[in-house]
């Protein structure tokens, strides 16, 4: 199994819809959670972190589940330009060490006009 | 800051020569981490560097892949020699490891055919 999993899609929505990823984790001490977004042919950036209690950033809700080891991102009225690679992303708690971050196959999002 | 700066940018090679590839990461940044993308497997840890030591190099697939890092604003990883299969883009990130929640910064990535 795989430590980091996704669908890898492709979601291809209409403009305005909501729209949703999965990810599951298999590492139970797993310590901070992360989604990046990565455009094609681009390097991945950060899109949010993910707390224990849900966050919410504009359009954009991520949820963790610790007891389930799932991660969830939800990216409502949906535009155009959100057109890109979901990636799920795991620091790995290994020895100590907290930079170990895992990153999952990422899900990819179309959005059509 | 400039962020995270990488070269070459685009590296072709013939199969059996030696590659590196080059990174700059973020100043004041602790932690380094090379990563490795293909659309098969994705993006996957290769090495990880915490104040210039390596941690884990688990991912680096096998002895023609070598990483070092002489001091906190360089970074090199060797491919020697060179395979069709190491073709992928490679990519360098650099994390302030303090905090519970260590963002990454990616460089631009080093886009490499081996051929």
């Known amino acids: 199994r795989k430590e980091v999993e996704q669908d890898p899609g492709p979601f291809n929505v209409p403009e305005g819809a909501t729209v949703a990823f999965n990810c599951t984790y298999s590492n139970s001490a797993s310590q901070s959670f992360f989604w990046y977004r990565q455009d094609c042919r681009k390097e991945p950036k950060l899109l949010m972190s993910v707390y224990s209690s849900g966050n919410e950033d504009g359009r954009f809700t991520a949820q963790l589940n610790r007891a389930s080891q799932y991660i969830s991102l939800l990216i409502r009225d949906s535009k155009l330009s959100d057109s890109a690679t979901y990636l799920c992303?795991?620091?790995?708690?290994?020895?100590?060490?907290?930079?170990?971050?895992?990153f999952g196959k990422g899900t990819k999002l179309s959005v059509k006009p | 800051d400039a962020g995270v700066i990488q070269s070459p940018r685009h590296e072709v090679t013939e199969m059996g020569q030696e590659v590196t590839l080059r990174c700059k990461p973020i100043s004041g940044h602790d932690y380094l981490f090379w990563y490795r993308q293909t659309m098969m497997r994705g993006l996957e840890l290769l090495i990880y560097f915490n104040n210039n030591v390596p941690i884990d190099d688990s991912g680096m697939p096998e002895d023609r892949f070598s990483a070092k890092m002489p001091n906190a604003s360089f970074s090199t990883l060797k491919i020697q020699p060179s395979e069709p299969r190491d073709s992928a883009v490679y990519f360098c990130?650099?994390?302030?490891?303090?905090?519970?929640?260590?963002?990454?910064?990616f460089g631009q990535g080093t886009r490499l055919t081996v051929v």
């Open positions: 992303v795991v620091n790995r708690r290994g020895g100590g060490s907290q930079g170990n971050l895992i």
């Open positions: 990130a650099s994390s302030l490891g303090t905090g519970l929640r260590p963002e990454a910064f």
